[in-house]
């Protein structure tokens, strides 16, 4: 097996809880931490802070599609597509558009 994947980091994969408001409700994300890292990145692209830019993607996605059964899951598919987006791999319509058009 490739040495990118089997040596990768240990800390990236470890598992770490986030407090959150999400519409005046405290909640907690347990993603990991590589997963942080990203939303933190996307976030701080997008002139927000991480639990900011998170609150608004929850309302969006709430708006357009109704309830969010896995919140945390979620957020691993966006940092997928924003990676996806930043290495020019994006393949569908919905995937092209940068962060900064959530509504705001």
């Excluded at 598992?15 to 990145?41: H, K």
């Excluded at 969006?60 to 990676?83: H, K, M, W």
Aim: charged share 20%; with cysteine; hydrophobic share 35%.
């Amino acid at each position: 097996m490739c040495q990118i994947y089997s040596g990768t980091n240990p800390e990236l994969y470890q598992s770490v809880s986030r407090s959150l408001r999400i519409n005046g409700v405290v909640t907690s994300v347990r993603l990991e931490q590589r997963f942080w890292q990203i939303l933190d990145e996307i976030a701080a692209g997008e002139g927000f802070s991480t639990p900011q830019f998170l609150g608004k993607l929850h309302d969006e996605v709430v708006s357009q599609r109704g309830d969010i059964p896995n919140f945390a899951s979620l957020l691993r598919v966006v940092c997928t597509v924003y990676l996806e987006h930043q290495a020019g791999l994006a393949t569908h319509p919905e995937t092209t558009k940068p962060a900064s058009r959530l509504a705001g």
